[in-house]
């Protein structure tokens, strides 16, 4: 059973201090690892697609990498707006997104 | 830039009562998709849409249907609400069939039935 295991569930970081969120998976063909980010009332908003083992990506205070059983995000020198909810979905065929329960991320100032 | 927009934001039913969620896109994207987002749940997929004219079961189908009504459109209908169908509901879509397009989400219909 394909399967997206995010942890830790909450975090909470002090402005400034990095640290990484852990998105691991167990598919049966991985066509993609996508990163989300959701606030409060709100629809997930797209940050990443990962297409293989190695690739990172970069956007701002987040970068992204995979490797073939888990991605991490990685959160540099955090700032009170990153506060939000962040979700790993991998894509197991036919555009069908299997989502992990998220990590909810605190950042205090 | 509306992206996603879904109809209505928020709804109280009575159980059995029946009703037809809203969503529309104006990104030309081929794939629509239902969500469901429970507490410690995640998203799962109630129905999917690959293209105009076709509709596929995901992961929860039961007790939902859906209409492609065009290329812009694609609703979510209970026929009979139950108390187990109490959830937030995203609307996604995607601009094609490659495996690494991203889905693109509404900002959800918060449901709620009694």
């Known amino acids: 059973e394909d399967q997206v295991t995010q942890s830790p569930e909450a975090l909470r970081l002090q402005e400034g201090e990095s640290s990484s969120l852990n998105c691991s998976y167990t598919?049966?063909?991985?066509?993609?690892l996508f990163w989300y980010r959701q606030d409060p009332g709100k629809g997930p908003e797209f940050l990443f697609t990962l297409y293989s083992a190695g690739e990172e990506k970069e956007k701002e205070r987040l970068k992204a990498t995979l490797t073939k059983k888990e991605s991490f995000l990685h959160i540099t020198a955090p700032k009170p707006e990153d506060s939000a909810t962040y979700l790993c979905?991998?894509?197991?065929?036919?555009?069908?997104?299997?989502f992990g329960t998220g990590t909810r991320l605190l950042v205090s100032p | 830039n509306a992206g996603v927009t879904q109809t209505p934001k928020f709804q109280v039913l009575k159980t059995g009562q029946s009703m037809t969620l809203q969503c529309a896109q104006d990104?030309?994207?081929?794939?629509m998709y239902w969500y469901r987002q429970d507490p410690g749940m995640g998203l799962r997929l109630i129905y999917y849409?690959?293209?105009?004219?076709?509709?596929d079961k995901g992961e929860v189908p039961n007790g939902y249907n859906v209409s492609r009504l065009n290329k812009r459109e694609f609703s979510l209908r209970l026929e009979s609400a139950a108390p187990s169908q109490t959830s937030v509901y995203f609307c996604?879509?995607?601009?094609?069939?490659?495996?690494?397009?991203?889905?693109?989400f509404g900002d959800g219909t918060r449901l709620s039935i009694l």
């Open positions: 990104m030309n994207h081929n794939s």
């Open positions: 996604a879509s995607s601009g094609g069939t490659g495996n690494f397009q991203p889905q693109h």
């Open positions: 598919v049966s063909g991985l066509r993609g």
């Open positions: 979905a991998v894509n197991t065929g036919f555009q069908k997104l299997v």
């Open positions: 849409s690959a293209s105009e004219g076709t509709t």
